[in-house]
């Protein structure tokens, strides 16, 4: 074993997180931890993998659970493919592997939105395969640590990490090698402003040694954020309001929200009198409120949303796509969180 592996196995033993999908050897609820922590935190997705573990404890459950239950359960925890694309490859163990959750790391990254990462997480955690993980805190340490300048989002660095990483996998326990680096970059070499001084590794650290911490890793230009205009209507009748569902390959598939009137540009309160209620006559409905602008950052989308609450007479009806949905009823469809902080505004959930 090379000192590298033995100062973060140390490191590891001593500082490790008591994390529930740590306490087990279910590959099923070590899928759904990889799955919720790609792109959240721990502490936001530990209450999430509680949640959807009692609410599904097997695969078969989740298999045969419904769509919108699984997205209500997701909500918050945004990306919402995530949800979906585990609720398909649950029906693809059901229906291939008849609810047995597939062994080899072949067999596990054909399943739907496992990629090569999460693929060799699972199997070498829940099946002591050894396959190397290689996520942002693993390429942090490897480029800092060996002095690496090649950038972690080209396909030259990709193949240098992939071989290194390779070289330094251990055959006898990989899930314990693979959670230990994961871990350390978690915990001690983070991204801005790591606590070198109490590092194991500070004196064979390249990156430490050449004054290079903060410039490693490399990473090349990401993708400009597009700007996006929504403006939610919220029609109230009576006790019931109005809600659509999304559809198509677009951001938030599946979930529900406000009629939605998308803008190319950000229009004021005047333009968007002007413009109309969607599904109404203007002369049928009483404006209460425009809301202030909310932004909403995604990871390639900046979202600047309004909501225009308007109220309509009882006897009108409205001929649409739209479900007309009791206001205390609201709460039981699955939404972004966007959608979620403008029911928080105007009262609508938990009444």
């Known amino acids: 074993m090379n000192n590298f592996?033995?100062?973060?196995?140390?490191?590891?033993?001593?500082h490790k997180r008591d994390l529930p999908w740590r306490n087990t050897e279910d590959a099923y609820k070590i899928w759904l931890s990889e799955i919720i922590l790609q792109q959240t935190r721990v502490a936001q997705g530990t209450k999430y993998y509680l949640r959807i573990t009692e609410a599904f404890p097997t695969v078969k459950h989740l298999a045969d659970a419904d769509e919108h239950e699984v997205l209500k359960l997701w909500q918050g925890l945004g990306y919402y493919s995530r949800a979906r694309n585990l609720h398909a490859a649950a029906k693809q163990i059901e229906q291939s592997h008849h609810s047995v959750f597939p062994g080899s790391y072949e067999k596990i990254i054909q399943l739907k939105g496992v990629g090569p990462y999460t693929a060799a997480a699972i199997a070498s955690i829940a099946f002591n395969l050894p396959y190397p993980t290689i996520d942002g805190n693993v390429y942090r340490i490897l480029s800092r640590y060996f002095g690496i300048d090649s950038p972690i989002n080209s396909n030259e660095g990709k193949k240098q990490f992939q071989k290194l990483a390779e070289e330094l996998m251990t055959e006898s326990h990989p899930g314990n090698h693979n959670q230990a680096l994961m871990e350390f970059g978690a915990l001690q070499c983070i991204p801005k402003n790591p606590d070198c001084a109490?590092?194991?590794?500070?004196?064979?650290?390249?990156?430490?040694?050449?004054?290079?911490?903060?410039?490693?890793?490399?990473?090349?230009?990401?993708?400009?954020?597009?700007?996006?205009?929504?403006?939610?209507?919220?029609?109230?009748?009576g006790e019931s309001v109005f809600l659509e569902k999304r559809t198509g390959n677009d951001i938030w598939k599946n979930l529900y929200q406000f009629p939605l009137?998308?803008?190319?540009?950000?229009?004021?309160?005047?333009?968007?009198?002007?413009?109309?209620?969607?599904y109404i006559n203007n002369s049928n409905c009483t404006l209460i409120k425009i809301s202030s602008t909310k932004k909403h950052v995604l990871?390639?989308?900046?979202?600047?949303?309004k909501l225009i609450f308007v109220r309509v007479n009882a006897n009108i009806n409205i001929t649409s796509p739209l479900i007309q949905v009791n206001k205390k009823d609201i709460s039981k469809f699955a939404v972004s969180r966007l959608v979620e902080l403008f029911l928080e505004d105007f009262n609508l959930v938990n009444r």
């Not at 229009?267 to 413009?275: G, P, S």
């Not at 990871?299 to 949303?305: D, E, K, L």
Request: with cysteine; glycine share 2%.
């Open 5 to 14: 592996s033995r100062q973060i196995y140390t490191w590891y033993e001593i």
């Open 198 to 237: 109490n590092c194991p590794l500070i004196e064979s650290c390249y990156a430490f040694q050449n004054k290079l911490v903060e410039q490693l890793p490399v990473k090349l230009n990401k993708t400009k954020q597009q700007k996006r205009f929504f403006y939610y209507y919220l029609i109230e009748k």
């Open 299 to 305: 990871s390639h989308q900046i979202i600047f949303a």
């Open 261 to 278: 009137m998308e803008s190319k540009t950000e229009l004021n309160d005047e333009q968007l009198l002007k413009k109309g209620i969607p």
